[in-house]
């Protein structure tokens, strides 16, 4: 995801209206949270094309909503980030827009769950 990275790095810029460098790690390190948490919403390992020009608005709202996102803490050796405790589910507003890309192929333990309760039912 190298360009990929870069090309979302300067449409986030650009949405936060940041023209230097001084946040680009920040920006950075959102930027995969918000893959991270958009592949695992969806149960994918690789983040379509058509998903690309959508994380930069996801990461200007999480960098935007609280300067820091949620983030407590950065240490680069290592490579350690610590979050705020929050209960705030960044992806939930935007459940219709992600839902064409959810991926049936894996199973969660609430899919098993609701198979179950369906056969129980049928009974």
């Known amino acids: 995801m190298g360009d990929t990275k870069t090309e979302i790095l300067e449409a986030s810029k650009v949405l936060l209206g940041i023209d230097n460098d001084e946040s680009d790690k920040l920006i950075m390190l959102l930027i995969d949270e918000v893959t991270d948490a958009v592949l695992s919403y969806c149960r994918l390992e690789v983040l379509p094309r058509q998903l690309v020009s959508f994380i930069p608005t ?3 709202e999480r960098f935007a909503g609280n300067k820091n996102a949620g983030v407590k803490s ?3 050796g ?3 980030v610590e979050y705020c405790e929050e209960d705030y589910d960044f992806l939930a507003a935007y459940a219709a827009r992600l839902r064409p890309f959810v991926s049936r192929k894996v199973k969660v ?3 098993l769950d609701a198979k179950e309760e369906n056969n129980d039912k049928s009974v």
Request: charged share 40%; aromatic share 0%; no cysteine.
């Open 74 to 76: 950065i240490t680069e």
């Open 109 to 111: 333990p609430s899919d």
């Open 58 to 60: 996801l990461v200007a």
């Open 78 to 80: 290592e490579r350690r």
